[in-house]
């Protein structure tokens, strides 16, 4: 996100004046951590670990809604792009037999 012109974005909503970090637009990861940083409240280095931290409950809180979906097909990232080819296409026939 950073890499990717993040802070500009926040700054330039920033300095709009019409904003402030307790909207819900600034529950998004990265969004109010970074307002916090433009306004001098967090360090740079605490801005990147305070993201880190929310980043990982997100994906915490997503993994633990997953697992409630019934029928939920879970694919590794680690396998190489063929097997996740493979185990796709099985998927989506097996899927397709039952429609």
Excluded at 70 to 86: A, P, Q, W
Aim: glycine share 4%; hydrophobic share 40%.
């Amino acid at each position: 996100m950073l890499s990717c012109g993040f802070e500009h974005e926040v700054r330039k909503l920033f300095s709009r004046g019409d904003l402030h970090r307790d909207l819900p637009s600034m529950r998004c990861v990265g969004y109010r951590q970074m307002w916090d940083y433009i306004s001098n409240n967090l360090s740079y280095k605490d801005m990147i670990n305070e993201t880190l931290k929310a980043t990982k409950r997100l994906a915490k809180s997503q993994l633990t809604w997953l697992r409630n979906w019934k029928d939920l097909n879970v694919l590794n990232s680690d396998d190489k792009l063929d097997i996740l080819i493979t185990e796709i296409i099985k998927i989506i026939n097996f899927n397709t037999l039952f429609m």
